[in-house]
């Protein structure tokens, strides 16, 4: 009888895995929807609960969905774990620390008042919709584009560095020039405002008063213009040039002269005339 | 009698149809002119009416002009579908449809106050330029543009999906560290906030007080300064593939079967595989 | 005696075209700087003019350099006037209709008070700076960019037609749903507002307060971030494009194959090994 | 023993030089990084001694943290030139007047009060991570960033001057339109504010309140999405070409003469004329 149990698990595992880790039958697409109108519900609810006008209204309510959708959360963990040959391998990956980190504030609220708003961590499980959406056009598009942003990661932290080291001397010279009156208190909060202009952000919480600090600003502002072309032309010659190579990775090979100069849509050889 | 009235009806139906949508002759190309006149002083009109000094002054004046205006948009529509072969491919047309929806507002008016201000919504007729100036080479552009536009959006959608993730996170927590004395009201506020921050806007009606949040801010700007480079990268990168793929498509014309698809160091022609 | 007379004033108006007009003698190289300076100059009298304290103080100084100026900048037009052969084509010549809409708004504040602050137009004259650095690398780089800014000049106004369509669409939603108390006034407020968001620049002077208006605002300004990518791509598409076709300007053609595809370093043909 | 000395004191001289100037012991390596700390943590002292609370309750602290890195400054100072061979090099190189400069404001602060906000301009001493981030990868992403702007600074110096005389412009006008009523005090102040509003800053202290002072704000804003994608386009296709060259560059190499600028499409070498 003990046998029959296990071995009735152990159905139960695999059906159980199919359905949430699986995503091509029509039980493990459900689920996965499922989960992830939870998941967004219950960061729209974490979103409601800091309204202050709606929380006195529906206290209640709020606490009640969101301890439901902490305990389906906390099921859906458990069955993880339980239906996955390596557990351990789960437990620690990104998604398995972000999944444990987003049952966690709510069990934590007993104990410590105003935790719930960490729930709002489960926006991070949001990702999984990627995983939802493995379509293998949609998913190249993704490498595509962080392998673009991987290669030009160098040349922007080099540009970053000397951009944190003009803010430091701008922000100095405005806390100089301006003084506290024009809400340049400190150094640092003239750096502040230097990154706020320099991203051409500009708020206005703080903006130069004196002829001289305004004169600066311009220049700043100027200077912040130009520096915006740098950033978009790394990221934008590594994104045409990932284009290109992928447009010559599509390209045909002459099996008569090996030219792999035809394109995809050519039915002869440039080169030698050869039918493809 | 009944025949040649019939046969009356049947030319002052081409006639017209010729005048209402066609672009080539004297009568249609005036005709267009005066309608997308109309159009742009039917929609200062309604603008002008939302500004109250001027409303005041001249409220009969302006309730009467376009009185005029709907009139004679109503005749149109009429006419549009009295002498098109197909009315019901031209009623539930993308242009008809915006037809229909622009002359509506003002017969509404008579049962519900206020909804004159939907009269704006003739300024999508104004797209019908683009009709008019059916000059080859100026809608080829408007092509390229959508072309590119297009073939870039999925890799912008992602990008755009990770932003928002990002915001909620960031806003999340701005509104622990800041709270509502600056303005962080509630997480939606603060992911306001973030969006407002991180697109450059930077309105100012909501700004970090807190040196710890001035910090914060300062890295989401920094941050929203790289990320301004990704979508330009993807939508430029596109439009020189596009660019480049055109300029090579123009390159070499086969003699043997015209095709115009081979490149510039092409020997034979990729169609016919004749000698260029 | 007249003879002699007109041969003199023939030599004098020959020397002053040199200096006035020429750019190669020392003299003349000399008169565009202190032209130059003296334009600068009077650009920078108009401004101080501008701020109260300083006028205050040193009307009097002001007036006398302005008047100074004027007379240097009228006698300079009289004299370009008379040693130019052809006195008609400078007269109406870009350059020429600046030269005289620069020095009359002195004369005119004769009849008319506040008119001095016209003086500003002579900003223009700053234009000249580019025949005095008339330096061949220099003066391609900025003919470069003007081809690149024209070639793109299609494509832009079509994109600037949508986004004021879609300005005034979404203006109008705006003035509905914030009404007056935001700032929303009048429909052109709400476009006006909806044009400073749209392209990042964010004042705050006017930004919606509701929850709804929130949302759409930030809408707009997700928008408004992919939008920036699509001039950018056009420009830089264009510029790329330009560079290229620069570059293969200056490849080295082979006397042996007539190959094109020698890099202008290269020393032996690619194509054929034959020495260039 | 005057000898022994001598060589004892030449000794020291090259044992120091290694671990001053050096980066490749671990004693140079240590010895860079205990430097590249002092300086950060030198700048955030002087930061910290803006802040007013902070100041008041931990000024001596803070005084005598700073005299001791000026002190340690001093002596590297002096160190840096004693065991180099030629200490004028040194001493008149960029990096050699920085730290001499760095080390200056903290004496000079004997007799003139509130010279140590100057001690800031240690934050250029921060430029020597380059020195010892000397990876050969790393050194050429920042030689190949330099080389692009530096290659497309001429195009943008012609562009910025169109640009500030577009400001001087405009601002003129609006400071006619608007007047001082709306912060437009004067000529200078209504170009700051184009500068601001051309650059998609958008403070907010300045903005235009009437209809036509909105309207050209507007064309001005519209005007300025547009030019932003000039600068941008300029550096994205310099590093577009840079990247192009670098990429054909490695493609092929010549057996014979061990040539590497032999495009990947090249039959025979460039550089010898040998067959590939």
């Known amino acids: 009888m003990r046998e029959a149990f296990k071995s009735k698990y152990e159905l139960f595992r ?28 219950s960061v729209i609810l974490v979103m409601l609960e800091t309204i202050q006008g709606f ?3 529906y206290h209640d309510e709020l606490v009640f969905l969101e301890w439901i959708i902490t305990i389906f959360f906390s099921i859906e963990y458990i069955l993880r774990i339980l239906t996955i040959k390596k ?19 709510m069990y934590l609220s007993f104990f410590i008042t105003g935790t719930s708003v960490l729930t709002v961590v489960r926006a991070l499980r949001l990702l999984r919709l990627f995983k939802i959406l493995n379509h293998p056009q949609f998913s190249s598009q993704s490498v595509h ?21 003009s803010c430091i001397l701008i922000g100095s010279i405005m806390y100089v020039v301006e003084g506290p009156e024009s809400g340049f208190t400190s150094i640092p909060t003239a750096i502040y405002w230097c990154i706020v202009t320099l991203t051409t952000v500009g ?18 502002m100027i200077m912040g213009y130009g520096i915006i072309a740098v950033p978009t032309g790394i990221v934008t010659a590594e994104i045409a040039k990932n284009n290109l190579i992928r447009e010559q990775k ?16 050519a039915k002869f050889c440039s080169e030698c005339g050869h039918e493809l």
Do not use: H, W
């Open 55 to 57: 929380d006195v209204k």
């Open 87 to 105: 557990p351990t391998k789960y437990i620690f990956s990104f998604y398995g620390i972000i999944d444990l980190i987003a049952t966690l504030p």
């Open 250 to 265: 599509n390209k045909r090979i002459c099996k008569n002269c090996a030219s792999e100069e035809n394109s995809i849509s």
């Open 145 to 165: 584009l962080r392998e673009s942003i991987m290669a030009s990661r160098g040349r922007i932290l080099v540009f970053m560095y000397f951009v944190l080291i």
């Open 14 to 41: 695999q059906k159980t895995y199919i359905i949430i880790y699986g995503t091509n039958t029509f039980a493990g697409r459900l689920f996965d929807l499922i989960l992830l109108g939870l998941i967004l519900l």
């Open 203 to 220: 708020y206005g919480d703080i903006s130069p008063i004196t002829p001289l600090g305004q004169f600066i600003a311009s220049f700043v």
